[in-house]
């Protein structure tokens, strides 16, 4: 400890990143962030913008990049990722940020992802389970997984589902997003023979909408999968990227 | 009508009938039975068992065969069943009756349903979908359709279902009939260019089960399907062989 | 396939025309066109537009105009639709355009219907049924059916209803569309010999508003009804143009 | 009081009268009995039997029938009334019991219940609405009101209803049972100028069964109801009979 | 029916009142307006205004006021009420327009309401449940009854309440409308002896909000009392005028 | 630790009591049993038999009596309360057994309660709240509190509850069970000054019933008020017991 | 009473406060303010802002300052607290006005809440959870009570909470709020011996958000808790400081 | 096929085992076994019991022990395992039947699992999860995973939960078994860096109860986790079997 103490006397180590390794996480006025489980899991500590304000988000985006040298944000909105962008930039000029729709990965200078030897199919059943698919993709890149996405392979025609089966059979787990009745996790899951997570979308309409019947039929699914709440990309990327490094041996 | 009263008077005509052919509907002390609606919409009006006594099941039921020359009745009990074959029996020593699982269908002698062209295809996803789907099949049957059953070819071996698809496309209509996740009929729909006709089935258990996600799934289906509710063997019979009077031409 | 291939070459033949022929679907970077369904089941495959950006509809629409001729887009905004009139329009400029409420059919010049030998009742309760009863007629129109609107004849005054008994049993195939408490599907089976089809609406409010009263108590009617989802006019008018399709003998 | 006091002490007075008049209500180890609101409302307070032993609801109707000289007990086992008439026998030897399917009314001897001038009509969509419908019936009878029982007039074969307007409409008020889709309230309402209360019955199955889409259909009603709770028919006919009073001009 | 032919040729009769007359209806492209029952049950046939278009709503209120001397719109907007009054001054320059908050009622020159000889009381729990009341009561006035409003003697505070108890006791009918826990009906109705309607108000926040628990705990009353659907003033308010006519003996 | 380690050597000790003290729980193959908690909180820990062979039951039934001197088990059937007798009276021959209806106190030879300074009030609407009163009386007076019960005070009635508002006054927390609309505790809880816990309970029937409508009703009660869930006695008991604990100054 | 009106008279003092030491509250055209209440229990009266009008909630919190000294009002809005603060300072031009959040306290000149001695823990699981936390503590503080506020140890990251045991133990009873899964306020429970007021807080998305699976998870609770609804921060201030007052001996 | 035939004819091997080659399941009367996904995944397909005549239900059974060598039942009652028992014996008469609660497996002689290199952790929260723990336990250890059973952790008491950290974190992925609030999975996510499996189980009672608190928190989960319906023990030993068949390279 006197070490560290000492690195943070030279300016050699933040303040935050001593607190971090010292206590596991960082307190800070906008919340605590919790460094420890990031290193531990592999997995970024994703900060759930919906909420909060747009100083806080910042605040804890640059708590993270602090401290694990990157953040994720999810659901974030144009006014909470600017707020993120400067404040960070300010702290590190070099920072890279990649926004994809509502996710956004700032990244000290220099950071790389690791690289695992494992592969994430994420697979989705329409255009409009695009972007919770992304938001699953850039959690299990990040993680240091590949990912390979195949799209728009939903139920009613099945000529598409089935013209993917070898991509399908090929990753390690697959991530299966969809909406209104939600099948296609079932059907994709009687044809391999990895782990399936099954991901329902908030598309539909009217009775057993907004992802209600997605979830329930993936509950309910006569195959084996396991299930993460509708809309929930960070949380089926996170478990699939558990699950390659479980894979690849990491962390072991 | 005068001449109705005469037949009556004549004993030709039981009064039962005559109420019925007058007003269109019998007057029982166990209730009113409907024979006009039996005979324009070509379905049997069913007599649904659970909530009456048997001795009121009776009635009904030989009214029924009084009026219409048969009667459906679904969701039978074994007493509800005894009382119905005992009283009919009565007035009809040569009856026959037939019982399957839940539904008994009893007939006046010679009685013979009518002969359409047109063929309902049922389809169930396992096991526990055939009595409901057997319930189906009376109704069809008794309306004068042809009906091809198709078993046990749930989408989590889709090998099975798609050995059928050759049958699945002959039949004018379809009834799928599945549980769990229910996701059998929208996968059906996609390869067939026939009206099909959702039946949930009250199997599954935990957060959606008892039919509630394979209902809302049909529902949201990404394919053209109509449903009807769970367990609803007789309404899906009904509705299919509705269609395949239209297909036939009956009743024009 | 040469055959097909040269044509492509000659110009004859569009790629996405020769793609769907060869494979059943288009692939579009906003997603796979099923046109193959489109074919064989005789109703358009729908572009249900939430969710999706203007110009993820009008890629949709165009390849949907390029390989069966329209496109039939539901629930569009204005700023979709006018994607989508651009797009087709640039590629087809003698195109046609029909909006209705929202939805929004768009037709390759010299597109015609087919004309099938069966007429669709579609009956409202109210005038808020309006729209979602537009949905099901131009779905059916497409088809190639004829269709007979009957407006307004909800269960409050039963005279409204009764005056129309005639009209009603004259169709192959009914679409009955109500909210509040739905009844109207209720009533109108119990007087025809037809396949009704029951189409909920989302008005009402308070508990068991939007939809939710009439689509539960069509789906315990005591007469025969099959039922579609909560405003599925596109699914109900597509049914319903199947049945139609059944009834002429179209597709054998 | 003193006259109270001394009518207990010569023994004219039962103590748990003199209590309820001096108090509105009798303790009993089983429970109070609020005999006030009896003599107040002119409909007797109902005793409902779940959930109390045997011995509690005897206890209880002896309360009752000491207070105001009768008990209504509704959905009452055979233990229970055993149990009742044991204990109001050994009290008032000469009583007497009215038991009709699970409801009991027990009336000390010379009972008279009062003659109001006016008339609810209670009307049942089917012979399941039978039980439901005479609890609200006794409920009428004993608060003096006519009652005409109009029955098995569901909206499934419209004839049967429409035979019945005259009759309807001669009603004060009335109390229309269904169950299912439970629309027979909302077509009643339509035909007449009275106040209808409509009283959802615990029939259908599946997916809004249990009197679900009875009791949301008539809280949705087009026309004009007010609605009590599935089943309720105690409730039912103790509102239609407190409107019976207000008509007749009883308690002003 | 000459007559009446002869009239509109004269002039002396409007088109409209004539069919409505004739029909009991008025057939507009914007629906179909119920005279009839208007006319029969002596309380106004309200327009719903949510879901139509202001021209929609205009058309259907001048309609009404054509044949049954004034229009009654509910949950109307700005637009849709100026489009009424511009309708209907068009028509009738001297009508008369009497807006209180969402509700408008238009009155062709020269309109009376009736003249009952029955009080309805209007109670509500708290400022919140204003607007709802108001509904109720300007439909009790059109139908001729009196009003008495007790506002704001919700049950947190009992003495608000028991000093008012005269109050309550006089009125032949009582309205009663609460949100949140909605227990003010359930107190009203063991004070009185007079028929009580409860009417939840969609106040309220969290689980059970928006009127729910309100709703649900009047159908559960340890009480007598009949219920509307959340925020259904209207409604409220015409059951309480059918039986306020009742007590008056209006239509007989 | 050395000398408890003697004791146990010595026969002073029991092994559970020893690991209890080291540990704070008992590891027995029915289950680990939280004795610290008990210790720590002066509330018993419960035992929830439901879902718990005879044995199991039995086993951490000793457990408990062996470390924290008594055990009570909730929701007991006869079977598990025998074999708890028999399991306690095996290792303990003069222990003592208190069981009042579904709740069992099996208390080691000499066991005493503490005696807090603190009074709770139990309250109940009706007779059937019984039970659920009496499950968190037994808690209650393990801890030490005195108990005042209050019963049968509905709202239906207010006298009966308004004459009791000296004694609702005198305690210092409050525990007001009431099922059907569960409008006792908001009335009591604007009575008094001191803290209310709501209690519902499963009484009730149809739409809200099982406690649902009370439950929701006391969470958007208009005064203030803390709740439990429906049924459950324990906790409210043992939340009243932990306020008992804090007013008396017990623990510090 | 005459001292009072003489008071009044001599404009020493107000005719609301007069009213309101007559009878319990004032009643004004905006509602009645129950002044009693709040003397009663200590606890201020809140006015809840949604649903009323600016010049409504002025109204009533002028009432309250006049009667009580000060108005608490909730979920305010910016027009709403700016009308408040114009009322109240017309009135008392020396007021003060702390706003927090949604939170408004309007304080008369020279106001000092009482000095309870007893703490109150508020304990948040994250960022979201603070505006609810913050409506809490305001009540807690106007009740006179010490409030330890401790932020962001929600359960994913155990050490944040073990790191603050002795504070947590200290408090003489816990608020904890937290929303998702809601799993802090069972987690908090089992690591103290006061009671525990859990607070769930409307934050998480798709299935069992907004607060649901935080409810319910409260109701189920392992440990002993009683529970407020969603996002009832007042609800939980004001029973934690009832609770307060009790170990204070406030009161009595 | 030749060969395949050949050994057919030769009787060394059943025509079960041939259709199953072939074809990918088998045909009985009974309903289709899909043999071909049990050798795919590497996990049993399970027979689950429950709506199955037991003659059915051993018929499944043989033929899953003649084309798989084993078959897995689950949830079967004393009637059913006695049907299997003496079905498989009679053709394989040294078969072996393994118990456990309500899962059934039984072995054809000389069947021996396979040996994977990967170990699934199966936590308890409580005596009550045991059944359901142990239907996964019965996959795990059929697909040849390690399996350490941690019972009884449940997060009322942190202590029994903190004493097994080492062993949660040497599995290579968890299934966490919780009833009531759920809270375990959640806690343990925290503390490991393996994919946890949250498996709700239906304990519990009032709201939320059956399972339903726990599946909505996990779903809602602060930590990263994947879900399966409440009491699936088989779906989510499947589910970690395949991902303990993924860790250890197995199906490569």
Redesign the interface.
């Known amino acids: 400890m006197r070490e560290l103490l000492e690195a943070v006397a030279a300016g050699e180590l933040s303040p935050a990143r001593a607190e971090a390794e010292l206590?596991?996480?960082v307190t800070d006025e906008?919340?605590?962030f919790?460094a420890?489980?990031t290193a531990?899991?592999?997995?970024p500590e994703a900060i759930f913008a919906?909420?909060?304000t747009p100083e806080?988000v910042a605040r804890?985006a640059l708590a993270a990049v602090e401290t694990t040298d990157r953040a994720l944000v999810t659901r974030v909105t144009d006014a909470q990722a600017g707020a993120v962008e400067a404040a960070v930039s300010d702290e590190f000029p070099d920072a890279s940020f990649d926004r994809r729709g509502v996710t956004l990965l700032a990244a000290a200078p220099g950071y790389e992802p690791p690289d695992l030897d494992a592969t994430v199919g994420i697979v989705t059943?329409?255009?409009?389970d695009g972007p919770v698919a992304e938001e699953a993709q850039v959690v299990c890149e990040d993680a240091g997984a590949a990912v390979d996405r195949i799209?728009?392979?939903?139920?009613?025609?099945?000529?598409?589902l089935?013209?993917q089966v070898d991509r399908l059979r090929e990753a390690?787990?697959l991530i299966v997003a969809a909406g209104?009745?939600?099948?296609l996790p079932?059907?994709v899951?009687?044809?391999v023979?990895?782990?399936v997570?099954g991901l329902?979308v908030?598309?539909?309409?009217?009775?057993?909408?907004d992802?209600?019947?997605?979830?329930?039929?993936?509950?309910?699914?006569?195959?084996?999968?396991?299930?993460?709440?509708?809309?929930?990309g960070f949380?089926?990327g996170?478990?699939a990227a558990?699950?390659a490094?479980?894979?690849d041996g990491a962390?072991e």
């Open positions: 206590r596991g996480y906008a919340g605590r919790d420890a489980r531990r899991r592999g997995i919906p909420g909060k806080q804890l059943a329409g255009t409009v799209d728009d392979v939903g139920v009613a025609a099945l000529d598409r089935l013209d390690d787990v209104r009745e939600g099948a079932t059907v899951a009687g044809l023979d990895t782990p997570v329902p908030s598309s539909g309409y009217g009775h057993g909408g992802g209600e019947a997605a979830l329930l039929g993936m509950l309910q699914s006569c195959t084996v999968l396991s299930v993460v709440n509708v809309d929930a949380v089926a996170a478990q558990l699950i490094r479980a894979v962390g």
